[in-house]
């Protein structure tokens, strides 16, 4: 079965950065469209930001411009790195395929508090 396991949450003051990674167990070279979701504490899952397997990517408004996702196809991890941190960023981030191929990790927890 495979496997996503998220790591790198961390608590973070506002503005500050972290850097999460998405690690598979099967190789990802030849998957499409992977993704970040998040989900704050009494919302739904969210999309956060995808990337095509030849590198383009398409940004939630809410994190445009601080966030940047990237794949290392080669290791099969996916990252998120996260700039300019906001409290409205705590969530639990999960990876997955655009289109939920696969079972959700346990996801990593964000919090960016003072």
């Known amino acids: 079965q495979v496997q996503l396991v998220e790591s790198g949450g961390d608590l973070v003051q506002p503005g500050g950065s972290l850097r999460l990674s998405c690690a598979a167990s099967v190789s990802i070279f030849s998957i499409g469209t992977m993704a970040w979701y998040r989900q704050a504490p009494g919302e739904q899952r969210r999309l956060v930001a995808t990337i095509t397997k030849g590198g383009d990517t398409n940004y939630a408004d809410s994190v445009k411009g601080r966030f940047t996702i990237s794949r290392d196809n080669a290791k099969s991890t996916m990252y998120l790195q996260m700039n300019r941190m906001k409290p409205e960023d705590t969530a639990v981030y999960y990876c997955?395929?655009?289109?939920?191929?696969?079972?959700w990790g346990r996801g990593t927890q964000v919090t960016v508090s003072s």
């Open positions: 997955n395929t655009l289109t939920l191929n696969y079972p």
